[in-house]
C-alpha cells in the first residue's frame, strides 16, 4: 500500500500543465496528496522545490522534486511501469510521441495567449495560427481514436488539458474552435470519456473567471 | 531491399549549429556509422521539407527510412536504438534531472547567453546579467563532477555542447566575460575536460572556421 505522503503534488487547479500531471497519477491509480499553489504569492516550498523556473506543477515523490510537467509524466511512467503504460516501448514511436508533445510545449500555450491577451490585428493573427495549429495536430490524429493509436496516452495527455481553456479563448477572442476544428473536439470528447480525464480537467467557465482575473493582475486590458 | 539500405542512418545538419552538432556528438559517441547532408537553410532541399514538414529544421535524423527531429528528442531516440554507452542513467530519478537540465538549457540558459552575445548596447547590462546568472544555475548542478553524466559523457553534456564549445567563440567576439576561469572555474574545468574527450574533439567543427562564421554574422 502507498502511502500518500510519497508523492506530493505543488499545483494550480487551472493549470494546463499541472493537469497533465494529475491525469498521468490518475491513470496509475497513483494516491498523492495535492497542495494547491497561489501563484500570485508564491509559497517557501514552491521557491525551495523550483528554485530554476519558480514555477507550478512541481511532482515530489520521497521528498524529491521532478520539475516541467512532460517530464514528470515520463517519471511517472517509469517509476509505475508495471501498469497503464503512457509511452510505447518502440523507440521510433516512443520518439513519435515526444516530438508531437514538445510540438504542443512549443506552440499551443503561446498561440493560446496571443488570442487572450492580445487585441485587434494581432489577436487576429493569433487566432488564424492557432486554428492552424490544431488543424496540424487534427492531420497527425488522422483517423485514430486517439494521438498514440487506440490506447490513450503521452500526446492526449499533453493536449487534452487544454480543452479546459478552450471555452475562455474562444469567448475572449470571440470565435468557434468547434466549427474550425470538429475532429480537436470530438477527440477531446473522447478523452473526457475516461476518468483520469473527467476527473481532472476544471469548469471551462471557472476557468475563464480565472483568466479574467489573471489578466487584471499582469495588466492586460 | 538491401538489409544495409535498411540499417542507413543520416543526419541532415548545418555544421554551424550546435543543435545539429548534438546529434554528430550522440552517433560519434555510439560509434554509429552515418551519412551527413549539410543543408541550406535559405534554399531548404525536398528531404528536409519531406523529412520535417511541421518545423522544417536541422537536425532531422533519418533511421530505417523513419525520420526524427528535434534535437533533445533525436538525442533520447539514438540512446534507447543504440544501447551502448548509455546517454542516461537507468535510475528514473536521475533520468529525470538529466531530461529536465536538458530542458532548462534549451528554455533558457542557452537563450540568455545568446541574447547576451548578441545584445546592443541598451539591453547588453540586464543581457549579461541574465547569462552569467544562468551560468551560476549551470555550474551549481555541476557541483563536483567531472561531467554532467558523472564520470562519463551523458546527455546533459552532449546538450551542453553549446557551453563547452561555442560560448568560448562567441564571446570573444562580443568582447564579453562571460565563461572563465576566474568567474565559474568548476564549468570552465568541465568544458576544457568536454572539448578534449577524443570524441568529443573529433565531432566538434574546427575552432577558425567557426569563429569566422560568426564573425561574418556579427558584422551584418
Known amino acids: 500500500m502507498e502511502n500518500n505522503n510519497e508523492v506530493v ?43 530554476v523556473q519558480k ?157 479574467l482575473d489573471a489578466k487584471k493582475r499582469l495588466g492586460i486590458e | 531491399m538491401d538489409s544495409s539500405d535498411n540499417e542507413q542512418v543520416r543526419l541532415l545538419g548545418k555544421w554551424a549549429s550546435p543543435f545539429s552538432n548534438r546529434v554528430d556528438l550522440a552517433l560519434k559517441l555510439k560509434g554509429v556509422p552515418y551519412k551527413y547532408s549539410e543543408e541550406d537553410l535559405a534554399n531548404k532541399s525536398v528531404d528536409l521539407l519531406n523529412y520535417n514538414p511541421v518545423h522544417k529544421k536541422v537536425p532531422v535524423l533519418v533511421h530505417n527510412g523513419n525520420s526524427i527531429a528535434e534535437s533533445l528528442v533525436i538525442l533520447q531516440y539514438i540512446d534507447e536504438a543504440w544501447n551502448n554507452h548509455p546517454f542516461l542513467p537507468q535510475e528514473p530519478y536521475q533520468r529525470a534531472l538529466a531530461r529536465f537540465w536538458c530542458k532548462t538549457l534549451d528554455d533558457k540558459i542557452l537563450p540568455a547567453i545568446w541574447n ?31 561531467f554532467f553524466g558523472g564520470e562519463t559523457i551523458g546527455l546533459v553534456d552532449i546538450a551542453a555542447n553549446f557551453i563547452g564549445y561555442w560560448v568560448s567563440i562567441l564571446q570573444e567576439i562580443a568582447g564579453l566575460e562571460l565563461l572563465t576561469i576566474e568567474k565559474f572555474p568548476k564549468l570552465y574545468k568541465w568544458s576544457q575536460e568536454y572539448i578534449n574527450h577524443p570524441v568529443i574533439k573529433e565531432g566538434l567543427p574546427p575552432r577558425d572556421e567557426l569563429f569566422a562564421f560568426f564573425k561574418a554574422s556579427a558584422k551584418k
Open chain 1, 9 to 51: 503534488l505543488l499545483d494550480l487547479w487551472a493549470s494546463m500543465f499541472g493537469m497533465r500531471v494529475r491525469i498521468a497519477l490518475a491513470e496509475k491509480g497513483i494516491k498523492y496528496e495535492y497542495i494547491e499553489q497561489d501563484i500570485w504569492n508564491k509559497s517557501d516550498l514552491l521557491l525551495q522545490m523550483n528554485p
Open chain 1, 55 to 211: 514555477k507550478v506543477p512541481v511532482l515530489i515523490h520521497k521528498g524529491k522534486p521532478i520539475c516541467e510537467s512532460l517530464i514528470a509524466v515520463q517519471y511517472i511512467d517509469e517509476v509505475w511501469n508495471d501498469r497503464s503504460p503512457l509511452l510505447p516501448s518502440d523507440p521510433y514511436a516512443k520518439s513519435q510521441a515526444r516530438f508531437w508533445a514538445d510540438y504542443v510545449d512549443k506552440k499551443i500555450y503561446d498561440l493560446a495567449k496571443k488570442v487572450w491577451a492580445r487585441k485587434g490585428e494581432e489577436q487576429e493573427a493569433g487566432k488564424k495560427e492557432f486554428i492552424e495549429a490544431l488543424q496540424l495536430l487534427e492531420a497527425e490524429l488522422g483517423d485514430k481514436p486517439f494521438f498514440g493509436g487506440d490506447k490513450f496516452g503521452f500526446v492526449d495527455i499533453s493536449l487534452v488539458t487544454f480543452y479546459s481553456w478552450f471555452y475562455a479563448v474562444e469567448t475572449i477572442g470571440n470565435f468557434s474552435i468547434e466549427s474550425e476544428c470538429p475532429k480537436f473536439i470530438s477527440w477531446a470528447k473522447r478523452c473526457l470519456q475516461k476518468e483520469s480525464v473527467s476527473s481532472t480537467l476544471p469548469n471551462s467557465e471557472r476557468v475563464y473567471e480565472f483568466l
Open chain 2, 116 to 146: 547576451a552575445c548578441w545584445s546592443n548596447e541598451k539591453g547588453r547590462e540586464k543581457a549579461v546579467e541574465e547569462a552569467l546568472e544562468a551560468l551560476k544555475i549551470l555550474q551549481d548542478e555541476l557541483k563536483d563532477k567531472k
